[in-house]
């Protein structure tokens, strides 16, 4: 499955995104999803992750609170929706799909990688 993350952009801390990925095809329906995201010279790392059947959830402690992943399968489509920014959440934000279940923050497990979008805020 082809992945197209989008919804990054420039904003002031404190404020408000949404980024979306969306896919290329319904398998996707099928896919546990996880965001990670990448700073410059930092190792890229999770951020958020929802299963395929239950809609559970897995959060990094940096973000949870604050950002929330959801999908709307009927569009192939999975949001994180990122509230309360701080300069510190500056990066290149990844989504990535798998067939298998759980262990969201393991990289290796992801078989398909969207290109990225970039999210920068401003202190």
């Known amino acids: 499955v082809q992945l197209q993350a989008s919804g990054g952009g420039l904003v002031q801390a404190g404020g408000s995104l949404r980024l979306s990925c969306t896919a290329s095809d319904g398998t996707f329906r099928r896919s546990t999803v996880g965001w990670f995201r990448q700073a410059p010279g930092e190792e890229r790392a999770f951020v958020a992750g929802?299963?395929?059947?239950?809609?559970?959830?897995s959060y990094a402690d940096s973000v949870r609170g604050r950002f929330a992943i959801s999908r709307d399968d009927a569009k192939t489509t999975v949001y994180l929706q990122m509230n309360s920014l701080k300069p510190e959440d500056t990066a290149i934000y990844y989504c990535?799909?798998?067939?298998?279940?759980?262990?969201?923050?393991?990289?290796?497990?992801?078989?398909?990688w969207g290109q990225g979008t970039l999210v920068t805020v401003s202190s």
């Open positions: 929802i299963s395929w059947n239950r809609g559970d959830t």
């Open positions: 990535a799909a798998k067939v298998s279940s759980g262990n969201y923050a393991f990289k290796p497990s992801y078989r398909s």
